[in-house]
């Protein structure tokens, strides 16, 4: 059995949120603006969503709250088993952010300690590496 190979399903998320100016008739309005985004991945099993950004106006509306309940809801629909928000350290793991993981858990997300090990990796022995002009 080969490696699922992830999709993206951005293209569902397209139209989910703008700014839109406040007041103004539809044919008024002015060029809508993304107010947040993400980028989502999905396999039969997983759905995965990353990069999850809010303009100023999208912070004040709550756009990603939106853009996470569509991709929850998206997942649900596509049947997967497993939705995966993705890892909420800084500096590649010493320290975890608290405020993203806050709002992880606003959807039930959960903390899952993920050991990681670095090793070196050096030249093979007697191989040497070389630069030719």
Known sequence: M?????RSAKGALRPLLRD???GAAP???ATPKVASQGEPFATPRVFHIQYMASTENGMRL???DAVAERCIDLAAEEGV???DFGTSMEDRGPRLQIGLHRFKAEF?????VV??????LGSPA??????SA
């Open 81 to 83: 088993r497993y939705f």
């Open 27 to 29: 044919a008024q309005r």
């Open 20 to 22: 839109r100016p406040g």
């Open 115 to 120: 050991e990681s090990y670095e090793q070196e």
């Open 126 to 131: 007697g191989y040497q590496l070389s630069s």
């Open 108 to 112: 039930g997300g959960g903390g899952v």
């Open 2 to 6: 080969g490696a699922e190979r992830p």
């Open 62 to 64: 709550g756009a990603t």
